[in-house]
């Protein structure tokens, strides 16, 4: 276990459907880090949140909405999305601050989804 | 923008060997790489961090080199077991005044070790 959890660990949905993603890390960390990894493509940052605030949005589509209502909890809101939308979506942590710049991430399991 | 490539895609040896996973990455003007260790189906796990000011990191039977100036890291697995077998990604952390690490990750090695 690494001290960031996620859930549900598998989600299937239709295209109309609106579905959340939860991430909660209990390391005391200050940033979060939201990633898809698709079949045959590297791992892709889309959110960063960095005491509680976007700091990053990697060009992801609108269909696509994070929120990090405190330094512990991120969510991914998901509505109307596409079959090429299906992938492991992994949350992740790290504590930031100085010019370290880049500590650590620690990874949660990561979320299966299905869009139909 | 930062591209990084590992070689080789996929790797199969039998237990015992010693290995060598390489990656490359465009952009030297690095903070730091990881190396990570992934299960089938699961999250990412650290395995090694070498600052851009270090050349070396080693943990157990694991040793990550890192040369920044030609854009090259290996990660050296000694004598290694069929529990090593997972896809190993490497990932860089740009330089750029943040605090919070930017990662640019690697395609992989999925790596077998056979009885």
């Known amino acids: 276990e690494t001290g960031v959890t996620q859930t549900p660990r598998h989600l299937v949905m239709g295209m109309t459907n609106k579905k959340s993603l939860k991430c909660e890390q209990h390391?005391?960390?200050?940033?979060m880090y939201w990633y898809k990894q698709s079949a045959k493509k590297p791992l892709e940052l889309m959110f960063v949140?960095?005491?509680?605030?976007?700091?990053e949005n990697n060009s992801v589509p609108s269909r696509f909405s994070p929120e990090c209502p405190n330094s512990s909890h991120l969510f991914l809101h998901l509505h109307t999305l596409q079959p090429e939308d299906s992938a492991l979506y992994l949350c992740?942590?790290?504590?930031?601050?100085?010019?370290?710049?880049?500590?650590?991430?620690?990874f949660g399991p990561g979320t299966r989804l299905l869009v139909l | 923008k930062q591209e990084v490539t590992q070689i080789p895609a996929a790797l199969s040896v039998p237990e015992g060997e010693n290995l060598v996973l390489n990656c490359s990455f465009t952009?030297?003007?690095?903070?730091?790489l990881q190396w990570f260790r992934q299960d089938p189906g699961k999250g990412l796990t650290s395995l090694l961090l070498?600052?851009?000011?270090?050349r070396e990191q080693t943990s157990g039977r694991l040793n990550a080199s890192l040369d920044k100036s030609s854009g090259r890291s290996t990660l050296y697995i000694a004598a290694s077991q069929p529990g090593d077998s997972a896809t190993y990604l490497c990932?860089?952390?740009?330089?750029?005044?943040?605090?919070?690490?930017?990662?640019?990750f690697g395609q992989g090695t999925i790596l077998t070790v056979h009885p």
């Open positions: 070498i600052q851009s000011s270090q």
């Open positions: 390391l005391g960390h200050n940033a």
């Open positions: 990932a860089v952390s740009n330089a750029g005044g943040t605090s919070y690490g930017k990662l640019t």
């Open positions: 992740a942590s790290s504590q930031g601050g100085g010019l370290a710049g880049g500590r650590t991430q620690y």
């Open positions: 949140y960095s005491l509680e605030e976007r700091v």
């Open positions: 952009d030297s003007a690095i903070y730091n």
